[in-house]
């Protein structure tokens, strides 16, 4: 017998012997009269007779007459109760029939339930299989990445080692500083509070010699532009100075037949082209170089010209004018950044083609 | 009266086909002025390019004027206006300049080689050029020597 016929008995057991067991005492109680009167009690012996009284002469008489009515009585209630017993009998017939209708449908459902609790125990075991299979994956892997873990953190840990005695030094470092720092502060705190002590006084001397310095650049712009009026006037008479060889030749210069050929004979004899290559190699910028190499170029045709060719001279003019030749020098020599050699190289072509434009 | 202004008429027609026939066919000879002013307006073009600092458009252009010049300096002579230069010698003195300028372009071109082999050009061809002298100045610059 399985473990699930086992079960189904022990839940069936109780009621199965009751219901025997009542069945067991129906059946006796069936097959035997009923329940009879107690017997009556055996007539006492009798006791001597001597001269009794009435009582006890009528009292056994009495007593019979009460034992047979009340036998009377017991028997008609017996026979009713045997009546009721039956019908009570025939009802718990139906109650045993419906209990063992009940007990069969039980019966079926336990069975049912059986069958199905060992369906689910088996899926049950199946799923445990399959969860103890994962669990012990996860487990497995859970170890690997504690491992790595581990490891990892091992490294981590020696490389925070290592970078916490280097930050322990550097903290000792800034702390130095910081400390120094502070000493310096405390220091310029000092130095500052004697500045705005003597602050006031400075800014007064300031003022006045804002003040003074506004007055020197007024005299000095009035000065400047007396000098420039002064250049201005000048220019003629150098250039005049320049391209007669010292001698102030002005109808030599002025000539429209003959200037270019004034201005060719300065250039040899003042040698302008020889010396620009001397002129390259002392430039300090790149725009001064650009102007030399068109001076360059100018110089070099003004040379080589025909000036007795009206048509060379205005070609000539034109090229200068086309580079802008002469405004190029004049804010060259204003900025006065190249070296004095250079400037006065480049002043000497100023002087030597100033009024070329105008004279052709 | 009327035969002799026939005879003249003749006379004059014929001195111009004589004319024509001696002046060969047709070029810009005939118009020798004209094309002067054209190659000299294109050398001062030229000339401000050189300045401008453009040296290879210049160089381009200081090339085919001077083949110009050269040409029109093997020309013959032909007087011009009264007063005027010999249109010959004129070419001649361009011709010269043009290929100094076409060596000085490649000079400042960082061609040294070529540079040179036009100024000994212009020394050579025309040595007694206004631009030999200045040919003379550059090719010693170029050679490390001091100039003439």
């Keep these: ?360 | 009266m009327r035969a002799e202004r026939l005879f003249w008429v003749l006379g004059l027609m014929a001195l111009a086909v004589a004319g024509c026939a001696a002046r060969g066919p047709y070029d810009h000879r005939f118009r020798p002025g004209a094309v002067r002013r054209d190659l000299d307006a294109g050398f001062d073009e030229a000339v401000a390019l050189a300045a401008d600092g453009r040296y290879d458009p210049a160089a381009e252009r200081f090339g085919r004027l001077a083949e110009m010049y050269e040409y029109e300096q093997q020309s013959e002579a032909v007087p011009d206006a009264a007063g005027q230069p010999d249109t010959r010698a004129l070419g001649r003195g361009r011709a010269a300049e043009a290929v100094f300028w076409l060596g000085y372009c490649r000079e400042k071109q960082g061609l040294a080689d070529e540079a040179a082999k036009h100024y000994r050009r212009v020394i050579d061809e025309y040595g007694g050029a206004p631009a030999a002298r200045q040919a003379r100045l550059r090719l010693a610059h170029l050679e490390g020597r001091p100039g003439p």
């Design chain 1, 1 to 360: 017998m399985n473990e699930k016929d086992d079960n189904r008995n022990q839940a069936g057991e109780p009621l199965e012997s009751l219901l025997r067991r009542w069945g067991a005492e129906e059946a006796a109680r069936e097959g035997r009269p009923g329940d009879m009167p107690e017997p009556a009690a055996p007539p006492a012996p009798r006791r001597s007779v001597r001269p009794a009284s009435w009582a006890a002469r009528w009292l056994p008489l009495a007593a019979g007459i009460v034992l047979g009515v009340s036998g009377l009585l017991g028997l008609l209630a017996a026979r009713g109760l045997r009546s009721q017993t039956s019908a009570e009998v025939e009802g718990l017939r139906g109650d045993r029939d419906t209990a063992v209708r009940e007990l069969q449908q039980v019966r079926t459902d336990l069975a049912d339930a059986e069958q199905r609790r060992v369906r689910r125990q088996s899926e049950y075991e199946s799923e445990l299989a399959a969860l103890r299979g994962r669990l012990m994956t996860e487990i497995t892997e859970s170890e690997n990445a504690a491992a790595r873990r581990e490891a990892a953190l091992s490294a981590l840990i020696a490389e925070q080692k290592v970078l916490v005695a280097s930050m322990t030094g550097n903290l000792a470092e800034a702390r130095r500083n910081l400390s120094g720092a502070e000493e310096a502060l405390r220091a310029s705190r000092t130095a500052m509070e004697r500045l705005r002590e003597g602050h006031a006084a400075d800014v007064s001397r300031l003022e006045a010699a804002v003040d003074d310095a506004a007055t020197a650049r007024r005299r000095a712009e009035e000065h400047l532009a007396r000098l420039q009026s002064l250049y201005e006037a000048m220019l003629p008479v150098m250039q005049q100075a320049y391209t007669a060889g010292g001698e102030l030749r002005r109808e030599l210069v002025m000539s429209s037949a003959s200037h270019l050929a004034a201005r060719q004979s300065a250039a040899r004899r003042h040698r302008l082209l020889e010396r620009a290559a001397a002129v390259r190699e002392g430039l300090r910028d790149e725009a001064s170089g650009q102007l030399v190499d068109t001076i360059e170029v100018v110089l070099t045709r003004l040379d080589m010209l025909d000036a007795r060719s009206a048509s060379e001279a205005a070609g000539f003019a034109h090229i200068i004018a086309r580079a802008d030749l002469l405004d190029r020098i004049a804010k060259a020599l204003r900025a006065g950044q190249e070296p004095p050699d250079v400037r006065a190289w480049l002043f000497e072509a100023q002087l030597l083609l100033m009024g070329v434009d105008h004279a052709s």
